[in-house]
């Protein structure tokens, strides 16, 4: 009930490509999706969020889109450059208690 | 704001001795957490605080492993004793309210051997 299942586990794209990361869940009270970016030698900072009260959600190239009845989200980068090279976490909440976060996906955009 | 401040960046420690990792979270976040990241398991989540007050500590693998907050800008993770599968880094987070905008330190990598 708790698991967030995150695909893939890995990811190579080429540099203006597409890259897409999907997550599933469980628990239908998860009421707060937000995505984590991880650079190398760093901790996990917040990207973009999502509530479900909304299907999409776009800042710059990176866009939620969301599906309540599926119970899935994906992270979408559009555009992407060599600098996105990172590993991704999804994660969710019902609101009150701590994030339950994916297992992520390393992402590496090559020119 | 420094941010959250994690020491230290690496650890190595020979099996069977004490460890201790350190958290000073941002100031005005009530809520402090450690995590555990790992190739196989991802983050995990070992224990939170909130207001210095340990709330859920489900995660916390065995009774090797115990946490303190013993005030508001300062926490501790503690081993004793180490064993080569601790191996991970360890994170602390912080935030203002449960479960929005966490803020990471740059971890503890730490390698028993």
């Known amino acids: 009930q708790q698991q967030v299942k995150q695909s893939p586990q890995s990811l190579i794209v080429q540099k203006g490509g597409i890259s897409i990361i999907n997550c599933a869940y469980e628990?239908?009270?998860?009421?707060?999706f937000p995505w984590y970016q991880q650079f190398p030698g760093k901790g996990p900072a917040l990207l973009i969020a999502?509530?479900?009260?909304?299907s999409e959600k776009k800042e710059g190239r990176f866009t939620i889109s969301f599906n309540k009845s599926a119970k899935q989200f994906s992270l979408h980068i559009m555009d992407s450059q060599p600098g996105d090279s990172a590993t991704y976490f999804c994660a969710a909440s019902p609101g009150n208690t701590p994030l339950v976060f994916g297992k992520g996906t390393r992402l590496s955009v090559i020119a | 704001d420094a941010g959250v401040i994690q020491s230290p960046r690496h650890e190595v420690t020979e099996m069977g001795q004490e460890v201790t990792l350190r958290c000073k979270p941002i100031?005005?976040?009530?809520?402090l957490f450690w995590y555990r990241q790992t190739m196989m398991r991802g983050l995990e989540l070992l224990i939170y605080?909130?207001?210095?007050?340990?709330?859920?500590d489900s995660g916390m693998p065995e009774d090797r492993f115990s946490a303190k907050m013993p005030n508001a800008s300062f926490s501790t993770l503690k081993i004793q004793p180490s064993e080569p599968r601790d191996s991970a880094v360890y994170f602390c987070a912080s935030s203002r309210q449960l479960p929005y905008g966490y803020t990471f330190g740059s971890g503890t990598r730490l390698t028993v051997v």
């Open positions: 999502i509530r479900p009260d909304v």
């Open positions: 100031s005005g976040h009530d809520y």
């Open positions: 628990n239908t009270a998860f009421d707060y």
């Open positions: 605080f909130n207001n210095n007050v340990p709330i859920d």
